[in-house]
């Protein structure tokens, strides 16, 4: 947030991902989103299920349309760079860079792939020099920064096989609110049990 000056950031808690179909160690979003909401606690990150909402299910389509919801606001997208080493794969992802700069943020293991991924050879001619990343909401798209942060060596697929029922203890009957949408999320994405495999 510091880097690119950022007001606040929005964690986009997915329904699913159509690169992970039928994942066996999906959580429900009602789990995740509330996961979501602890880590971010005195943070300015809010973390949301907006996607579930307006019922997009690629990247693509829900940046179009937080772009046409939110004409006020200055977007970037960040990712990590284990999400580079597949963007080629995603859904009209050129668009996606036409539709708001990009910051990847290193992962460890991936910086090598991140390179030299396929998307890279059509994107690096748009990456922005070290120390401009202040400056993004002046660029004109397509542009991608590469951020270099000490990593954080942890991983949420590690961690989840060390812990495959992490999810349990954090469904309530509740209902959970989208600080966001301000609205409850979906009551078909609100089962208090993981779907069966």
């Given at each position: 947030?510091?880097?690119?000056?950022?007001?606040?950031?929005?964690?986009?808690?997915?329904?699913?991902?159509?690169?992970?179909?039928?994942?066996?160690?999906?959580?429900?979003?009602?789990?995740?989103?509330?996961?979501?909401?602890?880590?971010?606690?005195?943070?300015?990150?809010?973390?949301?299920?907006?996607?579930?909402?307006?019922?997009?299910?690629?990247?693509?389509?829900?940046?179009?349309?937080l772009?046409r919801?939110?004409?006020?606001?200055r977007?970037?997208?960040?990712?990590?760079?284990?999400?580079?080493?597949?963007?080629?794969?995603?859904?009209?992802?050129?668009?996606?860079?036409?539709t708001?700069?990009?910051?990847?943020?290193?992962?460890p293991?991936?910086?090598?792939?991140?390179?030299?991924?396929?998307?890279?050879?059509?994107?690096?001619?748009?990456?922005?020099?070290?120390?401009?990343?202040?400056?993004?909401?002046?660029?004109?798209?397509?542009?991608?920064?590469l951020?270099?942060?000490?990593?954080?060596?942890?991983?949420?697929?590690?961690?989840?096989a060390l812990?495959?029922?992490?999810?349990?203890?954090t469904?309530?009957?509740?209902?959970?609110?989208?600080?966001?949408?301000?609205?409850?999320?979906?009551?078909?994405?609100n089962?208090?049990?993981?779907?069966?495999?």
């Open positions: 947030m510091d880097a690119l000056g950022l007001d606040e950031v929005w964690w986009l808690v997915s329904p699913g991902n159509p690169l992970k179909a039928g994942a066996p160690d999906m959580a429900p979003l009602a789990a995740r989103f509330a996961s979501a909401e602890r880590q971010a606690r005195g943070a300015r990150i809010v973390p949301t299920a907006i996607e579930a909402r307006l019922g997009t299910r690629y990247t693509v389509d829900t940046l179009t349309r772009t919801l939110y004409p006020r606001r977007f970037i997208w960040i990712m990590g760079a284990d999400n580079l080493v597949q963007f080629d794969r995603w859904k009209d992802w050129r668009r996606i860079a036409r708001m700069p990009i910051a990847v943020i290193a992962r293991g991936y910086d090598r792939a991140a390179l030299n991924a396929r998307a890279m050879g059509w994107l690096r001619r748009f990456v922005r020099p070290a120390g401009q990343e202040l400056h993004w909401t002046s660029w004109s798209m397509p542009a991608l920064v951020l270099r942060f000490r990593p954080d060596p942890r991983s949420a697929t590690q961690a989840r812990k495959p029922a992490w999810f349990i203890p469904l309530t009957s509740s209902m959970p609110r989208d600080r966001l949408t301000r609205r409850v999320l979906p009551p078909e994405v089962c208090l049990l993981p779907p069966n495999p």
